[in-house]
């Protein structure tokens, strides 16, 4: 243990007295500093946006006077750990528009973000983009001379003269090497948590502590993996200028290149082909005309009305306006504006309207299964590019911290799944209140419509067992890694050959 000890202080000595110590602290302290002053300006500003409508909401809600005219809206609540990883959290939605005879489905929903590119690509610089690349290169730097570097001058042949376990010379280097890089990340880390806690926007519970207390665990897993790669590189070739060489190429590929190189794979070569978007658009337009056909042959059976419009009784001269909306071909709203209202005899109107208006939500509900079948081969593809991505030990650290912070993409997906949990609820409270068949579902002259109870929307993200259990996998692929690769370098250096 002595031995071990007196190695582990060596390591960790000779690497933290030189330059590129210090060099590589003051780049990562830097580095995160500045990505975490940035993040924490852009959550600020997606903050205030997203209070900021929704008192605008608010103040929409106090102008319907029909339910005709509900229109909720589901927003997307920023999520205050994206300052420390971005994810998805400014490339997908930020709200979701709830109309009843309008699907919900990804391509309708507001996006939010920069239309600047330049500047997206700046915002998507954040602590684990540093980490991911800063700290694996510096772990590299730190450990690519471990071996070959002491061979080249000598002083390994010298060590190994001694009664020095070859075990116990591979161990103390790994934990000499990792001791030098745990404040480098601790104290990066740190500086981040603290700049964060300074903005007022910021108000972190006990479960996003535990969050980034994981962030950080995962983050030395990665580092580890980094140094271990470099150690067992040091232990197969013979000179350091090599041993880097060849590090740095392999750091190049599986951090930056791969995932590039994946993504750009899978979208060109899809193993899922979604249905083409014009032919959803024809079978949702399909759709709509199976609707208002088997609706029109409806009321005529059972009120004696060709169309809706003819259930209204017109006197003289009065006139009845119709306006009819697309949305975008995907949704169809019928909007039947009778005038002049008071004058006119609405009951028969009143009771197709109580028919029609759930008949035409279902229809809604079918378009909108079309579309998300689609959305769904959209995410296996997705999926399957992960998937691929995870040869990468880095890209495994980048899901493995998406999953953990909630700004992953099976995240958003939950986003999108409330929306359309939410519009259920807003269907069930109108269908509560009689509203189809209401006179003050097209007119408030007899008495406005009451939105007192209306749902609100409320986003949640998952809770942190959720996040923890759906990142379980990558986590113990990193732990897969780590243990790989000591028992490589450590197997290898049993059998090095000084010669």
């Known amino acids: 243990m002595t031995t071990l000890w007196l190695i582990i202080q ?12 210090m060099i590589g602290f003051i780049v990562c302290l830097i580095s995160t500093a500045a990505a975490v002053f940035v993040q924490v300006a852009d959550y600020e500003k997606r903050l205030s946006a997203y209070h900021t409508a929704l008192q605008e909401h608010q103040e929409e809600i106090r102008t319907w006077d029909t339910y005709r005219q509900i229109n909720p809206k589901a927003h997307r609540q920023p999520n205050p750990l994206s300052i420390f990883n971005v994810g998805t959290e400014k490339s997908g939605a930020d709200m979701v528009s709830i109309r009843l005879a309008i699907p919900i489905w990804e391509q309708q929903a507001q996006k939010q973000g920069s239309d600047n590119p330049f500047l997206s690509i700046f915002l998507a610089i954040d602590v684990i983009f540093v980490f991911k690349i800063v700290l694996s290169a510096l772990a590299i730097l730190f450990a690519y001379n471990t071996i070959s570097g002491e061979r080249e001058d000598g002083t390994l042949k010298l060590v190994l003269s001694n009664p020095v376990p070859r075990d ?7 934990l000499g090497g990792m001791l030098s890089l745990f404040p480098i990340v601790v104290m990066s880390f740190t500086v981040g948590i603290v700049i964060v806690y300074a903005s007022p926007a910021t108000d972190f519970d006990v479960g996003d502590l535990l969050r980034l207390v994981m962030v950080l665990v995962v983050s030395l897993l990665y580092v580890s993996i980094c140094y271990l790669l470099g150690l067992l590189l040091s232990v197969w070739t013979k000179t350091a200028a090599t041993t880097l060489i060849l590090a740095m190429f392999i750091w190049g590929i599986l951090t930056i290149v791969h995932s590039n190189v994946a993504t750009f794979a899978v979208t060109k070569f899809a ?16 759709i709509w005309e199976d609707f208002r056909k088997e609706r029109d042959a409806h009321i005529l059976k059972e009120f004696g009305y060709k169309h809706p419009i003819h259930a209204i009784m017109t006197e003289g001269n009065m006139t009845l306006g119709m306006d009819t909306k697309t949305a975008g071909g995907i949704g169809f709203e019928e909007i039947y504006t009778p005038k002049p209202i008071h004058k006119m005899n609405t009951s028969k109107y009143q009771e197709i309207l109580g028919y029609q208006e759930p008949f035409r939500i279902d229809y809604a509900n079918k378009a909108e299964e079309i579309l998300k079948r689609r959305e769904d081969i959209g995410e296996r ?24 912070t909630g700004t992953d993409r099976e995240s958003y997906n939950g986003f999108i799944g409330q929306a359309r949990t939410y519009k259920r609820q807003v269907v069930d409270y109108l269908a ?5 068949s209401a006179r003050a579902w097209f007119s408030s002259d007899k008495g406005s419509a009451e939105f007192t109870d209306l749902p609100i929307f409320q986003h949640r993200y998952s809770s942190v067992s959720e996040c923890v259990s759906r990142a379980l996998g990558d986590i113990f692929i990193l ?15 049993l059998r090095y050959d000084m010669s």
């Open 432 to 436: 509560s209140k009689d509203a189809f």
């Open 168 to 174: 116990a010379l591979v161990l103390g280097k790994y």
């Open 10 to 21: 060596r390591e960790f000595t000779s690497n933290v007295l030189t330059s590129r110590f």
């Open 271 to 286: 193993p899922y082909q979604p249905q083409p978007e014009k032919e959803v658009l024809q079978q949702i337009g399909k």
């Open 479 to 493: 732990l897969a890694w780590n243990i790989i690769l000591f028992l490589g370098a450590y197997v290898s250096f």
């Open 381 to 404: 593809n997705r999926q399957f590019a992960a998937n691929v991505s995870r040869i990468s030990f880095a890209d495994v650290y980048h899901v493995a911290v998406g999953t953990i």
